[in-house]
């Protein structure tokens, strides 16, 4: 709803009144949907690149509206994040894919590692870490099978705050992974600081591959960086052959993509795990 001559003033502030009371309803239903369990978690596998089998999961949330279906989390999130409501929404999604892992496990059906992404305002929580602790322990889940991805732009918005949170959240024993990479302008000097075990190349950086000669380049920089500072990596939005092979011939650890499979409900991802 952006205009710019002066004769579309009126539009604009219209515009924005309804752009502000459609986003009160949205908040408005995100909070009964937190209230009446509306929202739920589907799981991408993640693939190591080598030999096409799932090293992990990311657990991906959806909220499932009685009357408009499922809406996915682009639509909401930034809102959720925007209200604040997004400490609430982050706190059931960890411990419902602390939850959800415990009981794969249980069942001998778990995948090795569950990804869980942190909003930026919820890493700068005050209570994040003992958050993680306290999901960790109600569901009975090592702390090994979980991974925290947040994204390079959160980390960057307070680098020394958040050098700090990673370290504590390090000593509860999860994975980190700093998510997005590419996007947010790392300081390298930080990231060398951060106690990081992976690094996930956004996805609009492997849209371009292999057409683009830039695209390329980057991706094969950013995989020789993670190299040198011994991080792991995800490639997300790995949609081709072509991708894959290029990713493959860089010895970019692992991907995820709709190559593979896309995000899916519970049930669904044991037995794609399965049919593996
Ligand atoms: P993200 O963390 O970068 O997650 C990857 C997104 O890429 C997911 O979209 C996934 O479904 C999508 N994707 C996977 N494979 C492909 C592919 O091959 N091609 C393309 N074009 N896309 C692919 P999704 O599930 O719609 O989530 C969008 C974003 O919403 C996520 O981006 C993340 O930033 C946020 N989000 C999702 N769940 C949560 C959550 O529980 N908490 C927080 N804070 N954010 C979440
Ligand atoms: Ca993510
Ligand atoms: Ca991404
Ligand atoms: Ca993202």
């Not at 009144?17 to 459609?22: C, L």
Request: net charge negative; aromatic share 6%; proline share 4%.
């Amino acid at each position: 709803a952006k205009s710019s001559g002066r004769d579309q003033v009126c539009g604009y502030d219209r515009a924005m009144t309804e752009e502000a009371s459609a986003r009160f309803e949205m908040e408005r239903g995100l909070r009964k949907a937190l209230e009446n369990a509306e929202l739920e978690l589907h799981y991408q596998p993640i693939i190591r690149v080598s030999n096409g089998r799932a090293i992990g999961v990311e657990a991906l949330v959806r909220w499932r509206h009685p009357e408009r279906g499922l809406i996915p989390p682009d639509r909401f999130i930034p809102l959720a994040e925007h209200s604040g409501l997004i400490v609430q929404v982050g706190h059931w999604v960890l411990n419902e894919a602390c939850r959800q892992m415990a009981q794969w496990e249980l069942e001998g059906v778990a995948p090795e590692r569950v990804a869980v992404n942190l909003s930026p305002r919820q890493f700068v929580h005050l209570d994040v870490v003992e958050l993680v602790r306290s999901a960790l322990q109600k569901s009975g889940l090592s702390a090994s099978k979980l991974e925290l991805e947040i994204t390079e732009s959160a980390l960057m918005t307070s680098a020394h705050q958040g050098e700090q949170t990673l370290h504590q959240l390090k000593g509860l024993g999860v994975g980190l992974v700093i998510d997005d990479f590419g996007t947010g302008y790392s300081s390298l000097a930080y990231l060398r600081r951060f106690p990081l075990d992976k690094l996930k190349i956004d996805k609009s950086f492997l849209a371009g591959v292999p057409e683009r000669a830039e695209d390329n380049q980057l991706v094969t920089t950013i995989l020789d960086l993670a190299a040198n500072m011994r991080l792991n990596v995800v490639a997300e939005g790995v949609e081709t052959d072509a991708q894959w092979r290029f990713l493959k011939e860089r010895h970019c650890g692992a991907c995820q993509g709709y190559l593979f499979s896309p995000a899916l409900p519970a049930a669904e991802l044991v037995a794609w795990l399965r049919e593996q």
